[in-house]
């Protein structure tokens, strides 16, 4: 299975920024395409991003404008730089393939976001 690491959450006000962190032990990494998803309290998960193995991405309507998905293959990594954080992308984030498939990369505990004000 495999190992996921998220990190980079924390409470921050809004109109401020954040970077996420993805390390997954994914094989091979470099032809994955991987989203970064998010669930707030109370709602289903959602998927936020997407980069492809060649570099194309994709944003949900929420996060396009102030979100930027990218990715790392030699450290098997992917980020998420938030900007213009909003009350509403208060939720924890959690990366895995995309689609999603958990029997071989089940969900990790993710990163919390916190957006005040």
């Known amino acids: 299975q495999v190992q996921v690491v998220e990190s980079g959450g924390g409470l921050v006000q809004a109109g401020k920024s954040l970077k996420l962190s993805c390390i997954a032990s994914i094989a091979p990494f470099d032809i994955s395409a991987i989203g970064w998803y998010r669930q707030a309290l109370g709602k289903e998960r959602e998927l936020v991003a997407v980069i492809h193995s060649g570099g194309a991405t994709y944003f949900a309507g929420s996060g396009k404008g102030r979100f930027t998905i990218s990715r790392d293959n030699a450290k098997n990594q992917v980020f998420l730089q938030m900007d213009s954080l909003k009350p509403e992308d208060t939720a924890v984030y959690y990366c895995?393939?995309?689609?999603?498939?958990?029997?071989?990369?089940?969900w990790g505990q993710g990163t919390q976001v916190t957006v005040s004000s």
């Open positions: 895995n393939s995309y689609p999603p498939f958990a029997a071989a990369w089940p």
